[in-house]
T-cell receptor, first 110, second 120 residues
């Protein structure tokens, strides 16, 4: 079983749609959680951290359920510029390693 | 955010040669650097973790004699792919976390721009 697993993609949605990504992690010792965005042939960039209380940043909402070891990302009112691969990332207490999920590709169409 | 510079951004080399990739933190002290590899349509796979002044810790399945990592200073880590073969062709990315400006373990990791290695 992979340490961090994400929804298989790709997700093809029209502009303005709401899309949700899910992620599960296997190591209960995981400390912190993030969503990163990666554009084709570029390095990942931090989109947002994920907190137990849930957090929102504009059109993006992230949720964490530690009991279920589950993380989600909701994107409302999708824009063409949201097209990218979204990576669920877990930080381990041990050594501070960032472990990446396989990524979910999002394609927003006009 | 902090800046991590990775060089070169792309390299083509002949099979059997060695390639060195540099990762520099430009405005903070990188106490820990991570090296990842990404094959097309796949996620980033952690290869190794290096702490300044000590030996790197390699992930299972990564050959330490093939992928030499040096983290001799707080601003520079290098990855050398020795005796490269076509199957080593991949996108290599470094990531740095460190101290300075209040950063700690659970703060953002900053990524280099990545190096696309093609072995022919």
């Amino acid at each position: 079983r992979k340490e961090v697993e994400q929804d298989p993609g790709p997700f093809n949605v029209p502009e303005g749609a709401t899309v949700a990504f899910n992620c599960t992690y296997s190591n209960s010792a995981s400390q912190s959680f993030f969503w990163y965005r990666q554009d084709c042939r570029k390095e990942p960039k931090l989109l947002m951290s994920v907190y137990s209380s849930g957090n929102e940043d504009g059109r993006f909402t992230a949720q964490l359920n530690r009991a279920s070891q589950y993380i989600s990302l909701l994107i409302r009112d999708s824009k063409l510029s949201d097209s990218a691969t979204y990576l669920c990332v877990v930080l381990y207490n041990q050594g501070g390693k960032l472990i990446f999920g396989q990524g979910t590709e999002l394609s927003v169409k006009p | 955010g902090a800046v991590v510079s990775q060089h070169p951004s792309w390299v083509i080399c002949k099979s059997g040669t060695s390639v060195k990739i540099e990762c520099r933190s430009l405005d903070f002290q990188a106490t820990t650097m991570f090296w990842y590899r990404q094959f097309p349509k796949q996620s980033l796979m952690l290869m190794a973790t290096s702490n300044e002044g000590s030996k790197a810790t390699y992930e299972q399945g990564v050959e330490k004699d093939k992928f030499l990592i040096n983290h001799a200073s707080l601003t520079l880590s290098t990855l050398t792919v020795t005796s490269a073969h076509p199957e080593d062709s991949s996108f290599y990315i470094c990531s740095a976390r460190g101290v300075g400006r209040g950063r700690g373990w659970n703060t953002e990791a900053f990524f280099g721009q990545g190096t696309r290695l093609t072995v022919v």
